[in-house]
């Protein structure tokens, strides 16, 4: 068998070469996938770090715009609160639930009341 690979070391040399790059260009979209997919854009933009150039712009929109995962008040109370809970600092997470918790009662009372408008809209596009 040695005889046999030393025959073929190139090939073999080539095949572990190759199943690297293979490895690490998967690898390196997984990493990007599940950045974007965190940062609450589509996981498939992750993709668009693959292509020269267009991956420094994008990579420069996640880095100055804001995130559609911070975009609300309430996801960021939130998001305090979690932190404030793993560091033991109960008092200053039970506040930041009860805000995020009364900012997340106001978004709701805004998405129905949007509903309401779509649906008169609607009412009166068919009237029509």
């Not at 490895?23 to 770090?49: C, D, E, Q, S």
């Amino acid at each position: 068998m040695f005889i046999a690979l030393k025959a073929f070391g190139n090939t073999v040399d080539d095949l572990l070469l190759a199943f690297l790059i293979v490895a690490t260009v998967y690898f390196y979209g997984l990493i990007w996938w599940n950045i974007f997919h965190k940062a609450g854009y589509r996981p498939t933009n992750g993709l668009l770090m693959y292509i020269p150039f267009i991956n420094l712009v994008v990579l420069a929109m996640l880095a100055f715009k804001e995130w559609p995962f911070t975009r609300y008040e309430y996801m960021r109370s939130l998001r305090s609160a979690i932190w404030a809970e793993r560091k033991g600092n109960f008092d200053d997470a039970i506040k930041a639930y009860e805000s995020g918790i009364g900012q997340l009662q106001v978004h709701i009372a805004d998405l129905k009341a949007r509903s309401v408008q779509d649906d008169e809209q609607r009412a009166f596009v068919r009237m029509m």
